[in-house]
């Protein structure tokens, strides 16, 4: 893993901006905690998302000036939010019947591992004396119709994020398509992870080692 | 005449029986009935089943419930939260019984047992740890999960206003689990901060309609919890 510990690709900014390019127009969105939330900073021109929080509100909007924020207005993170215009507030089960029914067009969460397969772990370590907290992360991959995840291609002490098979327990079987990292966009396909576009001066070799999985080339046509 | 408004949150709650099953509304602490929780902690009844999203923060509200030790088990969706120390510490000690539940889950569990339905099949949860133990069924290729419907003795709910047939209007985000624990609980009350005449209302406008409330109280400025944890407070 430490071939080129020095390898630079993007930002956390950069990678949330890159996602933000693949939103169609019109998209009602769930941002998970963390990076997730960067990408509503990066609404390319001429498009307008409607974000989702699943504690209750369509059409959040930016989180307010210090000072500025009410505690019943919050998002899944229980930070302080405003309200877009054209906002609605709702009640629990129908947050989430927006989910499951497959009303809310993506969801961009944050991640643990991913498998080839598209499994996804990012609830629990599994560490024993971990207090066990789910919230709503396996509706939204079981319900949303699609789920990328934007993450670190590696953990802190180098190990892949993008592996064969999950080893901590899952939030959701074979539910993630896509996979924004600092190193690489990656799909998820039937033949496995495939190579979508390298971040700016990172080779695909260098992303091949850092990623516990076979990594397919990039479709002819596509950097 | 109906008149659902009583006049203190002890009188609300004072048939709270030890072994009640009590659903508390919020996301965190918005919606969460701090006052209902402590007039609920005045009342002493013991071994409660708490059903709520989360598991209260600092020592005030459900974490201040939660460390009387007269909750037995909790049912919810996240119990770690930022200044979350009441919880773990009874849960790692064997003094609390979990049942972790995904949130959507959860919700529609209230929303079904209010509605009359007994259990109903999710396809969250499949492949997961959450799903060990629970009848799966295949539906057009497709794998679910058999969850059943939760109903309360209790439900603690904080709205903003209401009228004295118990029609409800909530704020923002702090409507989350209120209107559906009002319909899935035998007794619900909801503490809101103005009580108005029947007809006061709009009904286009009403949320909770008051078949499924039975008592309101007027709590005029309800405290909220992020500003009485950053203060230190302990309840009682």
Redesign the interface.
């Known amino acids: 893993m430490s071939t080129e510990t020095s390898l630079k690709g993007w930002t956390r900014d950069e990678m949330a901006k890159r996602l933000a390019q693949d939103i169609p127009d019109g998209s009602y969105v769930n941002l998970g905690i963390g990076i997730p939330e960067l990408v509503a900073k990066y609404v390319p021109d001429g498009r307008e998302f409607v974000y989702h ?5 369509l059409g959040m909007g930016p989180s307010p000036q210090d000072g500025q924020g ?5 998002n899944a993170g ?1 930070r302080y939010v405003t ?1 877009n215009p054209g906002a609605a ?5 129908d ?2 019947a927006m ?2 029914g497959g009303h809310i067009d993506l969801c961009v969460l944050g991640a643990l591992q991913v498998s080839q397969s598209g ?1 996804l772990a990012n609830w ?1 370590t599994g560490e024993p ?1 971990a ?9 939204l991959v ?2 949303v119709k699609s789920i990328y995840v934007i993450t670190q291609h590696c953990t802190k002490a180098g190990e892949p994020k993008l592996v064969e098979s999950c080893t901590y ?5 074979g539910v993630v398509t896509r996979i924004y990292t600092d190193l690489a966009v990656v799909e998820v396909t039937q033949d496995g992870f495939r190579l979508v576009e390298l971040s700016p001066g990172v080779s695909f070799k260098a992303v091949q080692e850092r990623t516990g999985a076979k990594l397919l080339p990039a479709l002819d046509g596509v950097r | 005449m109906i008149n659902k408004q009583v006049a203190s949150a002890a009188e609300a709650l004072a048939d709270v029986a030890d072994g009640a099953t009590v659903m508390i509304g919020g996301f965190g602490e918005a919606g969460s009935p701090i006052e209902l929780i402590h007039a609920l902690i005045d009342q002493g009844a013991r071994d409660l089943t708490v059903v709520s999203n989360n598991a209260g923060s600092g020592e005030v509200g459900l974490a201040a419930l939660i460390k009387t030790g007269r909750v037995s088990k909790v049912i919810c969706s996240y119990p770690r939260t930022a200044n979350s120390t009441v919880f773990p510490e009874l849960y790692n000690a064997g003094k609390l019984e979990l049942e972790l539940v995904p949130q959507g889950t959860l919700a529609e569990r209230i929303r079904a047992g209010g509605a009359g339905i007994p259990a109903f099949y999710t396809p969250s949860a499949v492949g997961t740890p959450l799903a060990e133990g629970k009848e799966t069924r295949t539906f057009d290729g497709r794998d679910y999960l058999l969850e059943l419907g939760l109903k309360a003795d209790f439900a603690l709910i904080k709205g903003r206003t209401a009228d004295t047939h118990g029609n409800v209007l909530y704020n923002k985000t702090a409507r989350n689990f209120g209107p559906i624990m009002a319909m899935a609980a035998q007794t619900a009350v909801v503490q809101v901060e103005h009580v108005v005449q029947a007809g006061e209302l709009d009904p286009e406008t009403v949320v909770t309609p008051g078949v499924f409330v039975e008592r309101v109280v007027a709590v005029a400025n309800p405290v909220h919890e992020s500003e009485l944890v950053a203060a230190g407070a302990v309840y009682p």
């Open positions: 929080t699943e504690n209750g509100l009410d505690p019943e207005l919050i229980k309200a507030y709702f009640h629990h089960a947050s989430f989910i499951r499994d629990s004396n207090i066990p907290a789910v919230g709503g992360a396996m509706d079981a319900g327990p899952l939030t959701g079987l």
